[in-house]
């Protein structure tokens, strides 16, 4: 028999392998397209649970065990919550009513008060348009209240599964970052070790620098509104806030949001333009004193790239993506920096001792020899 030739029974079963291979890795694409949608809570968790963990950290290191600490944290943010809630909340509501219910109004009474939009409703028909609009927004929200309530409703059970996961996440973070170092090959230790502080710190640094840079963009934009007498201060402070958690182009899009609702509501002078300069003003100082003191050691990326993937996080998870790919591209770029430094000698220690007591306990109960 001639060892050399291939036969069909060779043939057979070599073709029977790789359409079991190619199966197997179909059903598993198959898998996890199914269940993306848990995959993607399980993502947003973990990343809320980094976003946590510096403030946890800094409790553990004056002394508060790491459970004590996650509960502290908690119901900081709870609490927050609540009186963000209850001190503007009835003020929300109430105020969001009245826009939508009092702006057909001020787009009628537009031709009055402009000149410019008299024009431009006379040339162009303007103004029938935007009234049509407004008219149309009550019948759209009682038409669509049902499945508004349902989307509330699926919104507070994402919200609910969000926060316990994250909770687990950060409760067994020292945990989950030991494993991920000791993972790698000996060689690598140290650096998957450095690749995770990096990642955990950035993640988390912009997280709550962005969250504080946004706050104050709110209350700049509520004192501004009172200041010139705009009506629905706090909805568009809250809109302010909001949208300025987007990168570069959400401070913009939210001084427009309050400069078109001054200027239908208060007129072009002083109102619109008023606001319109606050905010401008506000953007400068944010821009060129507070990001730069607060975002020091998160983002170090041309406004290229932050834009770039902002854009692409929106596109695949929308607000939520846009927060988490700023910080993701910039421990990606950390990561290649790190990647380019040569490994050390074999036989070189690769546990150095870290400024982390619960990384070093960890090291202690899993290897006592190593401290």
Not at 64 to 78: D, N, Q, T
Not at 99 to 122: C, T
Not at 252 to 264: D, K, N, Q, R, S
Not at 293 to 310: E, I, T, Y
Request: net charge neutral; proline share 6%; charged share 15%.
């Amino acid at each position: 028999m001639n060892r050399g030739r291939i036969g069909s029974a060779d043939i057979f079963r070599w073709a029977a392998a790789a359409t079991c291979g190619v199966a197997l890795v179909a059903l598993g694409l198959a898998a996890l397209w199914t269940v993306r949608g848990v995959l993607a809570l399980v993502l947003v968790s973990l990343f809320v649970a980094v976003s946590l963990d510096p403030a946890v950290r800094w409790l553990v290191r004056h002394r508060v065990r790491r459970p004590y600490a996650v509960g502290m944290i908690l119901v900081a943010v709870l609490g927050s919550v609540t009186a963000l809630v209850v001190g503007v909340g009835p003020a929300l509501v109430g105020q969001a009513g009245d826009l939508v219910k009092d702006l057909p109004g001020y787009i009628g009474g537009l031709d009055e008060r402009s000149p410019v939009f008299r024009e431009l409703s006379a040339r162009y028909g303007l103004g029938d348009r935007l009234n049509e609009l407004a008219a149309s927004v009550p019948e759209w929200i009682a038409t669509n209240l049902l499945s508004m309530f349902q989307t509330f409703l699926d919104g507070l059970a994402t919200t609910l599964t969000v926060v316990v996961l994250s909770l687990y996440f950060l409760a067994d973070m020292p945990r989950l970052r030991r494993r991920a170092q000791l993972v790698a090959p000996d060689r690598h230790r140290e650096r998957v070790r450095r690749i995770v502080d990096t990642a955990v710190d950035k993640v988390g640094s912009y997280m709550i620098g962005n969250v504080l840079i946004s706050l104050i963009a709110g209350v700049v934009a509520y004192l501004g509104l009172v200041i010139l007498d705009v009506p629905f201060a706090v909805p568009l402070a809250l809109i302010v806030a909001v949208t300025d958690l987007i990168p570069l182009v959400g401070a913009t899009l939210g001084m427009a949001v309050c400069g078109i609702v001054a200027a239908m509501a208060s007129g072009l002078w002083p109102a619109a333009i008023g606001i319109v300069g606050w905010l401008l003003v506000y953007q400068q100082v944010e821009n060129y004193w507070i990001v730069p003191r607060m975002m020091r050691r998160s983002l170090d990326m041309p406004s290229l790239a932050v834009l770039l993937a902002g854009l692409v996080g929106a596109a695949l998870l929308g607000l939520i993506g846009a927060l988490m790919a700023i910080p993701i591209a910039a421990t990606i770029k950390a990561v290649i920096a790190e990647l380019r430094t040569p490994l050390p000698p074999p036989g070189y220690a690769t546990d150095h001792p870290v400024d982390d007591p619960e990384l070093s306990l960890l090291t202690a109960q899993e290897d006592p020899a190593a401290v």
